[in-house]
Structures are given as C-alpha cells and as structure tokens.
C-alpha cells in the first residue's frame, strides 16, 4: 500500500538511474515493510534548479545537487525497528547501486489509517477490515 513520490533535480539522474531508484526503493519496502509483490505505486517529478530548494547544511548534513527527496505515504502499522530498516536499506541500496552519497538520501515517511486508502473501484478496501467507530 505505499505511495512513493520522489523528486530529483532535472538532468540529474539517466532513464535507466531513474528506474534503479524505482526498485532499489521497492526491494527495500518488499524486505523491510513486507510489502507484497506488485503493491507498486511511484512517481518521479524533475524538478528545475530554481524549484528544487533544500537546506544543504540542515542537521549539520552535507547535501549536493544530486540530493533525492523520497515520500512514502504508508499505513500506519509499522514500529520502529521496521522505520530505521527501511531507511537505511534504501539509503545503503542507492549508495551501493546508484553512487548516491546517504547524505542526499532525504525520506519523509507520511503514516495514515488503514481505511483511509482505496484502490481502485471507489471502495476503501481495507475499512473492510478496520474496527468500526
């Protein structure tokens, strides 16, 4: 149930970059979310040089130009431990794949209820299974 949104800025990543971003991420929502397979949903926006601003020392943190913003919007059923592991796995999997230095490996988690997503249809399939209040 993801939603993943990332943003980059423009010309910095190639087709075949962009789509390593795509499945280093996923593999690493499959291995430390459980997300099941084909539970696939992502974007990626360019974003020109004048609307891609960012504190490049914020937390006393080294970011460049090659900095990736990653939200993933989620269910809110994760702790933790399960929070740091993603992290990390997608920051290490970009470094290792990609180049990508962990300092430009920028994640926002968004956490909502479960009923609070609908697939496809109009139904909130997963209210289905939620206490009601």
């Known amino acids: 149930m993801p939603l993943t949104q990332i943003s980059i800025r423009k010309g910095s990543k190639t087709e075949a970059q962009k789509r390593t971003i795509f499945n280093e991420i996923y593999t690493s929502m499959r291995e430390t979310f459980n997300v099941p397979e084909d539970d696939r949903f992502m974007t990626l926006s360019e974003h020109a040089a004048e609307d891609f601003v ?6 006393n943190i080294a970011r460049s130009d090659d900095l990736i913003l990653i939200r993933l919007t989620v269910s809110d059923t994760r702790n933790t431990g399960q929070k740091q592991a ?12 990609l180049g990508v230095r962990p300092e430009d490996v920028f994640i926002s ?4 209820k479960s009923e609070n997503w609908s697939f496809g249809h109009g139904i909130a399939q997963y209210a289905e299974k939620a206490p009601q209040t």
């Not at 960012?54 to 937390?59: S, T």
Request: no cysteine; aromatic share 14%; charged share 35%.
């Open 54 to 59: 960012f504190g490049r020392h914020y937390m």
């Open 86 to 97: 993603l992290f990390k796995r997608i920051a290490d999997s970009l470094e290792r794949e």
């Open 109 to 112: 988690l968004v956490e909502t």
